[in-house]
């Protein structure tokens, strides 16, 4: 039976990195940093993300996912700092378009502004940044999904925690996180203490 593929994650380093890229004095940077950043912090899908509205954002920092993959909908929660940042986000939409459009991570050009952003939108501008932060992974918006789900079981160690956070129906699915970390410990102790005997 063939091994399955382990998915490619970011270090703590490259994602900051990445997020070090973007520049806030740019509105779309703005956004798109905030953007990848809640990514990371949850492991949205990046359709979940393009699909996430306001009234889904509640002020003591719940996400509701609607209707994501198998339509079923999720509760995710996000730090006060995160919050703070989609607040400051919201601020400048609505300065920017003179009102708050139905979606989080809405267009901003001019004629078109407060449509969806597109997923091949998403994806182009990811792998800008990703090279101007000198990551040389091939990466998609679903590596930071797969960070998260990472980093996530690394903290808790409960693969259950993982699972509902990505609303995965089946565990099956979400056991591939605990063979990126076998795998760490795998090279941990065969390096650990380093000496040959």
Sequence with gaps: ??????PVILTEEEQEDLLD????????SHRNKVMFQ???NTGLRVSEAVSLRWEDVNL???VMVREGKGA???TLWIDNSQLEELGDWKD???EKMGKLPKWVFSTLREGNAGKKLTLQQIWKTLKTYAEKAGIEKDIS????????????YRETGKIRLVQKALGHADLSTTMIYTHIVDEELEGAMKSFRGVEK
């Design 38 to 40: 809640l990514m990371l």
């Design 141 to 152: 918006p679903h590596t930071l999904r797969h960070t998260f789900a990472t980093d996530l």
């Design 92 to 94: 400048r939409q609505v």
């Design 72 to 74: 079923k909908d999720r």
């Design 60 to 62: 003591s920092g719940k």
């Design 21 to 28: 890229q973007f520049n806030n004095r740019y509105v779309t």
């Design 1 to 6: 039976m063939g091994k399955r593929q382990i």
